[in-house]
T-cell receptor, first 113, second 112 residues
């Protein structure tokens, strides 16, 4: 199993550009989530999904959209990038019955100029 | 969810046991204690969890006090690869999924 994969690893955007961060898992996990990590702030939940076709907001959802058309994929879209979205983004997945035991991807380091 | 308090940083000599404390004095009876770690530039990694009994797996041991108000993660023979930020989290097994679960954690440095 590849586990949780994320692409790209690094990305530089200009303010106002849009892009999609990709996340995929091959463990047939129902639960998937996106976090951002900023220095000194731990990880903050952006959006999450408990299954295909179901998504919901976390703590910091503004400026981000998600969709879950398949169990495997959970892309994160930045609609109009802002410098405040400069961060490291992690995708995670788990079984719904044990969603606190999450498997994390390697992260995407995003810089918005 | 109960709030946790961890030291900001700790050092440990290579080969010695690393004991990482966590206070969770407001923990409720059906909340579990989870530990994750994050090695620099990687995604967090689940380590272990427990309710009230001590737990051990191939990575670590978890000691929870009898009153459940604190716990200690033990890495029995720390190596340089154990240098990481360690997160202590208190959660219900099934709860609202929209809660933030990670705080600043403890930065453990294993010293040669």
């Amino acid at each position: 199993n590849a586990g949780v994969t994320q692409t790209p690893k690094f990305q530089v955007l200009k303010t106002g550009q849009s892009m999609t961060l990709q996340c995929a898992q091959d463990m047939n996990h129902e639960y998937m989530s996106w976090y951002r990590q900023d220095p000194g702030m731990g990880l903050r939940l952006i959006h999450y999904s408990v299954g295909a076709g179901i998504t919901d907001q976390g703590e910091v959802p503004n400026g981000y959209n998600v969709s879950r058309s398949t169990t495997e994929d959970f892309p994160l879209r930045l609609l109009s990038a802002a410098p405040s979205q400069t961060s490291v983004y992690f995708c995670a997945s788990s079984r719904l019955s044990s969603y606190n035991e999450q498997f994390f991807g390697p992260g995407t380091r995003l810089t918005v100029l | 969810d109960a709030k946790t308090t961890q030291p900001t940083s700790m050092d440990c000599a290579e080969g010695r046991a690393a004991n990482l404390p966590c206070n969770h004095s407001t923990i409720s009876g059906n909340e579990y204690v989870y530990w994750y770690r994050q090695i620099h530039s990687q995604g967090p990694q689940y380590i272990i969890h427990g309710l009230k009994n001590n737990e051990t797996n191939e990575m670590a041991s978890l000691i929870i006090t009898e009153d459940r108000k604190s716990s200690t993660l033990i890495l029995p023979h720390a190596t340089l690869r154990d240098t990481a930020v360690y997160y202590c989290i208190v959660r219900l097994m099934k709860t609202s999924y929209d809660k933030v679960i990670f705080g600043p954690g403890t930065s453990l440095s294993v010293i040669p």
